[in-house]
């Protein structure tokens, strides 16, 4: 089992840039594949960006390819989603999910969720 925590969360003028943070815990962590989501209000969840347990390979949407990258850090048990030039409708609460299968740049969430941290893009 799994736990996930997000951080990194907050209130940033459009065009601006945030870093969120998924720490995970477990024996086994390291060895996850992750997928970073959000849910905007009154809106379906959606996929933002996966990165492969190594960090050798990562995915991301069609919206926000060239602007959002992810990247791990094994060693902390930590996987990042540095975002720029940030737009007002991606104001979202943004989740992280561990262990999902990643396979033709496909990742499919399991049930393993952390918190969430919300993100405000507002001027």
């Known amino acids: 089992q799994v736990q996930l925590v997000e951080s990194g969360g907050g209130l940033v003028q459009p065009g601006g840039s945030l870093r969120l943070s998924c720490a995970a815990s477990?024996?086994?962590?390291?060895?996850?594949?992750i997928g970073w989501f959000r849910r905007a209000p009154g809106k379906e969840r959606e996929f933002v960006a996966a990165?492969?347990?190594?960090?050798?390979?990562?995915t991301y949407a069609e919206s926000v390819s060239g602007r959002f990258t992810i990247s791990r850090n094994n060693a902390k048990n930590t996987v990042y989603l540095q975002m720029n030039s940030l737009k007002p409708e991606e104001a979202a609460v943004y989740y992280c999910?561990?262990?999902?299968?990643?396979?033709?740049?496909?990742?499919?969430?399991?049930?393993?969720w952390g918190q969430g941290t919300q993100v405000t893009v507002s001027s």
């Open positions: 477990g024996s086994t962590s390291a060895y996850y594949a």
């Open positions: 990165i492969d347990w190594s960090g050798s390979r990562t």
């Open positions: 999910n561990a262990g999902g299968a990643y396979y033709s740049g496909r990742y499919s969430p399991t049930n393993y």
